[in-house]
């Protein structure tokens, strides 16, 4: 079996049982580590941007290849 539909129910089930302790904080933790994963996310997706318009950038300098 998949990890992929397993693991929300693993993590909301951590997140009830924090719960369960400490009222807010296993929501919380859950929101701030989602917004950790985007953050994350959207630096990676900004970064290979970035990477792959400085190889066409190369490329256009060396005259070679197709750019758009």
């Known amino acids: 079996m998949p ?3 397993v693991l929300p129910l ?3 089930g951590i997140a ?3 719960n369960q302790v400490a009222s807010p904080w296993g929501t919380w933790g ?3 580590s989602h917004l950790a994963i ?3 996310s959207l630096a ?3 970064r290979d941007i970035v990477r792959l318009k400085t190889i066409k950038m190369s490329r256009a300098e060396q ?3 197709h750019v758009r």
């Open 3 to 5: 990890l992929f539909p």
């Open 38 to 40: 985007l953050l994350v």
């Open 63 to 65: 005259g070679g290849g």
């Open 30 to 32: 859950m929101l701030w």
């Open 10 to 12: 693993m993590m909301w």
């Open 44 to 46: 990676i997706i900004v």
């Open 16 to 18: 009830w049982l924090i």
